[in-house]
């Protein structure tokens, strides 16, 4: 099988959690390669997801570096074995990777949480919302370009509205709900959209006022995706170079202690909601 030229980030997650059980047990590249008799370049291609690796190697490689984890090594090796080809490859070669990499990071998601102070969270975003966010970018966008990343958008509600929905939680800073990114009346219909979505059991949308007394956590945006382990939970940052997908443990507990913390002073669900349709009533 050739080497992938451009792994997904699911691809590369799978090679990165190998990479990390081989170092906790203490072995080199080396070793691994002997294991499954091949070089120390083949191993160092599948830690980096350019080449795949089969569910047997998968079991072989953990059982030799002593993985006591069956939950983490039964992920991994279905995930050596997904050949899952869903709604967002309509989109390959005409979207940056990163887009079609957080839909298939969603679509594999047991739970998602957003943090947004300036921009309402994208996945209660409005058609218009969208179009109008996506229309402010620097380049600025072709009208194909601009159709093709809101479609794209739309789409990714497939995971709150499907078949299948996963939680979802989202803190949303009051002045995300206030900047206008086009005129009043798509303010307006974002906001009700909000409370539309708000409904369901399995979302939960929180909001951070502007008169919160000790606020200090008014970082940047985040997005959090729950693995189906723990340790396969991945955060989502936007970076000067491009989307930066995170796996340190010590990074995600970062994200995750602030998160918690978010929930702790943001206004309950049901204030929330009262919060928001009172921003609609006074547009």
């Known amino acids: ?27 080199k590249a080396t070793e691994a390669a002997s294991l499954l008799g091949v070089n120390s370049v083949q191993v160092s291609q599948i830690e980096s997801g ?14 030799h570096y002593a993985c006591a984890d069956a939950d983490l090594i039964m992920t991994l090796a279905a995930m050596a074995t997904d050949r899952t080809r869903g709604w967002w490859e309509q989109f390959r070669g005409f979207l940056p990777t990163s887009f079609l990499d957080i839909a298939e990071l969603e679509h594999h998601s047991t739970y998602r949480r957003d943090v947004e102070f300036l921009l309402i969270p994208g996945l209660l975003q409005t058609d218009a919302y969208a179009r109008a966010a ?36 989202a803190i949303i800073h009051e002045a995300a709900l206030r900047i206008r990114v086009s005129d009043r009346a798509v303010s307006q219909a974002q906001l009700d959209r909000v409370l539309e979505l708000s409904e369901p059991e399995h979302v939960t949308v929180r909001v951070i006022p502007f008169d919160l007394d000790g606020f200090g956590g008014a970082w940047s945006a985040m997005m959090l995706a729950g693995g189906a382990v723990p340790r396969l939970d991945t955060a989502v940052r936007d970076a000067p170079h ?25 206004l309950d669900p049901e204030r929330s909601r009262a919060f928001i349709h009172q921003l609609a009533k006074d547009l």
Do not use: C, W
Not at 249 to 257: D, G, I, P, S, Y
């Open 242 to 266: 491009g989307t930066a997908f995170i796996d340190s443990e010590a990074q995600l507990n970062v994200f995750r202690t602030l998160f918690r913390r978010l929930q702790d002073v943001s």
């Open 50 to 63: 350019i080449a795949g690796v089969s569910e047997e190697r998968v079991r072989r490689l953990a059982s």
């Open 1 to 27: 099988m050739p080497p992938r030229r451009q792994p997904t980030a699911r691809q590369t997650r799978l090679g990165a959690e190998l990479r990390k059980l081989r170092e906790a047990a203490g072995l």
């Open 134 to 169: 996506f229309s402010s970018r620097i380049p600025e966008l072709t009208n194909e370009e601009l159709d093709l990343r809101v479609h794209h958008r739309m789409q990714r509600k497939v995971i709150l509205e499907g078949p299948s929905p996963i939680p979802y939680e």
